[in-house]
């Protein structure tokens, strides 16, 4: 920035100035070849303008297939036009490497990149620029070709989702036995091989994991054309969507909705530590349990149209407070004069275990899913 090498702006004709692009757009599946349009558009504008040696990295997370089947054929055809080639550039793909929350700027700069090139001199430019803005702690991954790099996110999201609908059906089976399967899975990740086993949540939200399983089935399908089903990705898909039942019906079970005057929904976000609600499965629930109770009041300190510090300094008037995101936040929350009883339900391992001795010395109702 001190050198001014780096302008925001929304003139793409800059980049006949540029010497480095880097393109991350969003892409799903809900109108697929609006998307796809959109994509071979935004290629084809850039090659347009674009001059030789540019060096040119895509980090969207991207339908396997697509710079084989999308991206190169545009270029290619826009090239044709200024009778130039595709080497003369330098093109690859890296996806973005984002942890969101606190660690934001840190896991983008120490973060490992996984990366590709269309050949060997791009996959050089792009390892340059990426140790020119990265630490050292960051590793340069490199994969041989594109499409591996394209199914890696996919696999790593998917395997991820894969470990959420997976505790899902334990979650079940342990409520149905009163069996404490968050001190159980506490002592599984001692093992540091299963240290990444996840713990029983509300469910699933947010942009990535919602959406990413998706993509190598669509792939398999329509840009490749082959008989891959990935029924274990679909079957974990279908889980997750329905997650929020498991929670719902948790709630149904241990209480009366319909009785409570006021009801305090704490966290809206998908996750916690982040201001991030998209699709965020607080939302859903809160839905099914409006029409039990139309009382319902939502709390956040991330998203600001939810920031209500009344609700916080007043926590006793609500009769019912249901934990739906493990803010840190929240876990700083001191229980120690809080005198009424109150019905506290946790839906996502939020309560510390000091806060657990404060509330129950005062004999308030807690129930934790997950927690016998």
Request: proline share 2%; with cysteine.
């Amino acid at each position: 920035m001190r050198k001014k090498k780096l302008i925001c702006t929304t003139d793409i004709e800059l980049l006949k100035k540029t010497e480095v692009v880097l393109v991350s757009i969003n892409f799903d599946l809900q109108n697929v070849k609006k998307n796809y349009d959109n994509l071979s558009n935004l290629v084809s504008s850039i090659f347009t303008i674009i001059r030789k040696k540019t060096l040119i990295i895509f980090e969207s997370t991207l339908v396997p297939g697509t710079f084989d089947k999308i991206i190169i054929p545009t270029a290619e055809k826009t090239l044709n036009k200024r009778n130039m080639n595709i080497n003369d550039f330098y093109l690859g793909y890296s996806y973005e490497r984002v942890t969101p929350g606190k660690n934001y700027l840190n896991s983008i700069r120490n973060g490992n990149r996984v990366y590709s090139g269309i050949n060997k001199i791009s996959k050089i430019k792009i390892k340059s620029f990426f140790k020119s803005i990265l630490t050292k702690k960051a590793k340069l991954l490199e994969l041989q070709h594109i499409k591996e790099c394209e199914v890696s996110k996919i696999l790593e999201n998917s395997y991820r989702s894969l470990n959420i609908a997976f505790i899902d059906e334990w979650l079940k089976f342990c409520e149905s036995l009163d069996i404490n399967l968050i001190k159980i899975i506490n002592y599984i990740k001692l093992r540091k091989s299963h240290s990444n086993i996840m713990m029983p949540g509300l469910g699933v939200g947010g942009y990535c994991l919602t959406k990413d399983p998706n993509f190598i089935i669509h792939s398999s399908k329509n840009l490749y054309k082959n008989n891959f089903k990935f029924p274990l990705t679909s079957l974990t898909m279908k889980i997750n969507r329905k997650m929020v039942n498991t929670s719902y019906n948790y709630i149904k079970k241990k209480i009366r909705i319909k009785n409570f005057n006021k009801i305090l929904i704490l966290g809206a976000a998908y996750k916690g530590d982040v201001g991030d609600d998209r699709l965020s499965p607080a939302y859903e629930l809160v839905d099914k349990l409006k029409k039990l109770n139309k009382n319902i009041f939502i709390h956040d300190p991330l998203i600001k149209k939810y920031n209500y510090k009344k609700y916080i300094n007043n926590l006793e008037k609500f009769k019912c407070i249901i934990f739906c995101t493990n803010h840190q936040y929240y876990k700083k929350i001191s229980f120690k004069n809080f005198s009424n009883k109150n019905v506290i339900v946790d839906l996502n391992n939020v309560l510390s275990t000091k806060q657990f001795k404060q509330l129950r010395f005062k004999t308030n109702k807690i129930f934790t899913l997950g927690r016998s």
